[in-house]
């Protein structure tokens, strides 16, 4: 049964990779990360993003590759896809994601044109499986981050991070199109996420002297 979650706005902007002060969790519900200093900012006005972010000029002429990972030659990815049915991998990298008690994990982010694969590299186990249908929106900052938020109504979201949140979230957009109705990519420096089913956290995010800001506090 999908729960019920008002109305909410979120925002991701590509940079350098993340720089964070305390990768550990302190087990309070507040935590704060701050990323390097963006360099000269331009206004996208291409899609998904229709000019309402703000990114590096690196990320606009930056080639997309897809496959990060070279999926065909680590046989326990293939076996996870063919397990599930899927062959085409149409984007593959390692990223960041953070848990409901705040801490981050490192993750192989699979994207296929039927599902959304997080997988543990060193287990080599399959963690979740998202079909494409599943998913409501995405949602970013307006600032140079490397967040993004996957909203998910029928289960629970999944914050991460990554180097390459553009190509994520233009390959889901793309993705999504044929698996439901089109992907809403939503921007805003302040909102919110379900954790976990019964936890809702706020992701803030504030343009501070020599970088951007991030806070995530459980409401």
Same mark, same amino acid.
């Given at each position: ?9 979120v ?5 350098? *990779?993340?720089?964070?002060?305390? +990768? ?5 519900d ?5 990323l ?11 899609? *998904? ?22 999926v ?18 149409i984007?593959?990298?390692?990223? =960041? ?12 982010? =699979? ?28 949602? =970013? ?11 998910? *109504?029928?289960?629970?979201? =999944? ?11 233009? +390959?889901? +957009? ?19 996420y ?9 992701v ?16």
């Amino acid at each position: 049964m999908n729960r019920y979650r008002p109305n909410r706005r979120v925002q991701i902007e590509e940079s350098q *990779p993340p720089r964070y002060d305390d +990768v550990e969790d302190d087990g309070q519900d507040d935590n704060s990360m701050r990323l390097r200093p963006s360099e000269n900012n331009v206004t996208e006005d291409q899609e *998904p993003f229709m000019g309402m972010k703000v990114r590096r000029k690196a990320s606009l002429h930056r080639d997309y590759k897809g496959d990060y990972l070279d999926v065909p030659s680590h046989p326990y990815l293939m076996k996870i896809l063919q397990k599930q049915g899927d062959k085409q991998v149409i984007f593959a990298d390692k990223v =960041l994601k953070f848990t409901g008690s705040g801490k981050m994990k490192r993750r192989i982010l =699979l994207i296929t044109d039927f599902a959304i694969y997080l997988v543990d590299p060193e287990t080599d186990a399959l963690k979740r499986r998202i079909a494409l249908a599943a998913v409501e929106k995405m949602c =970013l900052s307006e600032l140079s981050d490397n967040f993004f938020a996957i909203i998910i *109504p029928s289960e629970y979201d =999944l914050l991460m991070a990554s180097t390459r949140k553009t190509e994520i979230v233009t +390959v889901l +957009v793309e993705a999504t199109k044929s698996a439901s109705e089109e992907l809403e990519v939503a921007f805003s420096n302040r909102f919110e996420y379900h954790a976990a089913a019964e936890m809702v956290k706020e992701v803030e995010f504030e343009e501070v002297e020599g970088g951007v800001k991030t806070r995530i506090v459980t409401k």
